[in-house]
């Protein structure tokens, strides 16, 4: 799993650069994430403007690093896709998380 | 015998009983599958074939014309069934699924196989959400058969032999 981190401001943002979140590689998201998240900064931004694809099985391993890591660092979403923000939405996922339309200091428009 | 989805071809529908055997199992579709068949495909119950499989399924849909939000919803609703079928038909073991796609005027017609554990009573799950109450509860998983039956229609099993049969539709429109 492919994922990059940056500080904006008192934020941590980690960055999905795979493109897909699905049963096969839930498990070692959920282990990359909570690893970036070693870093410092509060809350920690799940910037997903790269993730075209979630299946219920994403979904359960994002809910499950929120799990993680509250309840001192929230975590909180930016830059959903059509795909991804319809599951969210579809599972009212979309009330428990804040959703950022963009990661912070993030000038350029994702495509 | 069950009933067929109406206008969809289905499966086995007048093929008579199916004799399946432990050694040699009857295949339950070699008969009576009508319509134009879009895509095929007979893999190796993983999670990581599911994957594979999709991206293929997804590339050929597009190829076909499909328009995009069917093919996210055949790609989501799949998803789905097939990492059920993974994770509870065959619970970790090793086994096959079979999945055909055909087109009619108004969907794609999904038919999903496998030689797993029948569904818990018989039938497929319903469809309720499970309960959310942030920050306290909030569920990592139960989210899948509510994801399927809000996209898919005409969802439809059976078991036939030693057989999981499962038909579904994808709207285009």
Known sequence: MDIATSRAGDSLVVRVNDTRIDASVAIAFKEAVRRAADAAGNPVIL????????DSSGLGAVVAVMKLLAPDRKLELAALTPPVDKVFRLTRMDSVFTIHPQPPGDLQATA | MAGRVAGSGGWGGSGGPVRPTRRQPVHPFDTAFSGATLFHRRFVARDETTRHVLQDLIACLGQADVPPKAIANAELILAEILNNVVEHAYAGRAGLIELWLSAKTDGLVCNIADQGQPFPGGAMPKA??????????????????????SLAVGLHYRRRGDWNLLTLEVPLG
């Open chain 1, 47 to 54: 910037d997903l403007g790269r993730v075209r694809f979630i």
């Open chain 2, 128 to 149: 309720d959400l499970p309960p959310v109450s942030p920050p306290d509860n909030v569920p990592e998983g139960g989210f899948g058969w509510h994801i399927i039956r």
